[in-house]
């Protein structure tokens, strides 16, 4: 299967603390990007890394990529409780323009 | 605001009767795509267009059609739908950028229900 794989598959934290996934694939990238879901709604984009990058910041987030390993991982500091959702990485295989994305990992965060 | 426009949100229709999605967008972005997303999984790209032409997975079945009459809107056709097409489906855009596609927009989805 092209999917990639993240993990953990489930993570539930305490408000404030950090909140790390992983995402892995298997094949040759032009980017790799991140998106959160919100419960029976679209995904909203979060962060863009691209294959020259190995690491990128906005707010809370922080992520990293090592295409030598084939793998990315997306950090949220300080998490909150709204933070609450499911987060996925995507990634376009170079040369395309289609998207395979990530199992996702389900994030909850307690008040 | 520019953006994704799905509509309906909800739609319900009956066993082997056809079914059309829509979707729009103002960012007149050239890439289009739809997406099945079942419950707790992630999205599957059914099929995409890079401007008209259009680009279909090798396990999307028959039974799902698309048309891009205009860079604004793309429609999803549900031919016959069964039971296991129950789902979310999301449209998304992208653009070109150096290097290969931008970040996705995508609408809020047509949740399905077969009955």
């Known amino acids: 299967s092209q999917q990639g794989e993240e993990d953990p598959q489930a993570l539930s934290i305490q408000e404030g603390e950090n909140a790390t996934m992983n995402c892995s694939y298997k094949?040759?990238?032009?980017?790799l990007q991140w998106y959160r879901q919100n419960s029976g709604r679209g995904l909203v984009h979060l962060i863009l890394i691209r294959s020259n990058e190995r690491e990128k910041h906005s707010g809370r987030l922080r992520v990293t990529l090592d295409t030598s390993k084939k793998s990315s991982s997306l950090l949220i500091t300080a998490s909150r409780a709204a933070d609450t959702a499911s987060y996925f990485c995507a990634l376009p295989p170079s040369g395309t323009y289609k998207y395979i994305f990530g199992t996702g990992t389900r994030l909850k965060v307690l008040a | 605001d520019a953006m994704v426009i799905q509509n309906p949100r909800y739609q319900v229709t009956q066993f082997g009767k056809p079914v059309t999605l829509s979707c729009s967008q103002t960012?007149?972005?050239?890439?289009m795509y739809w997406y099945q997303q079942k419950s707790s999984q992630a999205p599957k790209l059914l099929f995409h267009y890079y401007d008209k032409d259009f680009n279909n997975e090798a396990d999307t079945p028959d039974n799902f059609q698309s048309r891009r009459p205009n860079t604004s809107f793309c429609f999803l056709d549900i031919r016959s739908p069964g039971l296991g097409d129950a789902a979310m489906y999301l449209c998304?855009?992208?653009?070109?950028?150096?290097?290969?596609?931008?970040?996705?927009?995508f609408g809020p989805g047509t949740r399905l229900t077969v009955t």
């Open positions: 998304a855009t992208s653009r070109d950028q150096a290097g290969g596609p931008s970040e996705q927009y």
């Open positions: 960012l007149n972005h050239n890439v």
């Open positions: 094949t040759s990238i032009n980017n």
